[in-house]
Each structure stands twice: as C-alpha cells, then as structure tokens.
C-alpha cells in the first residue's frame, strides 16, 4: 500500500481574487503533521508541497497523484486557497493565475 499526499497552498492572486496569507501556512503545517510518525507517518518522499503554484503545475500534479495507483492506496489531496463556483454551480480550485470575470473562470 502507498501513502502519497499532494498539499497546494495559494496564498498570492492576480488582481480580483484577494490575497490568502494563511493558505501556504496551512499546507506547511498539514505537511509536518504528515512527516510526524505518529500521526501522519508519511515519508517525505511522497509528499509533494506546492506554494503559489500556476493551473498547468496543479493540473500535472493531481493527475500524477491519481495515476497508475491501487485501490488500497492512500492519496491524499488538500488544498488550502480560494475556490470559484461557476453559473452551474461548479467548483474550481483557484490558482494563483486565475482571473475571474462575470461568466466564471478563465
């Protein structure tokens, strides 16, 4: 069984979204209860941290994490920074190079 984490913390925007100070000190903390061998047991080799990171970056790494995995596997995916619903009601994790204009997400 793998134990695989993909922590993105965005804590800095282009202009329309404000700034989240606290979104990348989320992730860091999450990552050192992940390393604490007592409560998250994970090494951190299978932990990937990203801070501020652009869409094609979050893109490749969700997809790495999923990829090629087992069913007793454990992944863990969290993001700490803004979400965008769009008109139908989706649900869009907020990079720090997403605008958003009256018809949703760009």
């Given at each position: 069984m793998a134990k695989v984490a993909l922590l993105i913390g965005v804590s800095e925007y282009e202009p329309g979204l404000n700034p989240l100070p606290s979104a990348v000190r989320d992730v860091e903390a999450v990552y050192g209860v992940l390393l604490h061998s007592e409560m998250g047991g994970f090494a951190a080799s299978d932990i990937t941290l990203l801070?501020?990171?652009?869409?094609?970056?979050?893109?490749?790494?969700?997809?790495?994490?999923?990829?090629?995995?087992?069913?007793?596997?454990?992944l863990l995916l969290y993001f700490s920074g803004h979400g965008i619903k769009d008109d139908r009601g989706r649900l869009y994790l907020a990079?720090?190079?997403?605008?958003?204009?009256?018809?949703?997400n760009n």
């Open positions: 801070k501020n990171p652009e869409r094609q970056v979050v893109e490749m790494a969700i997809e790495t994490l999923f990829s090629g995995r087992h069913k007793d596997d454990l990079t720090r190079n997403t605008s958003k204009t009256p018809i949703g």
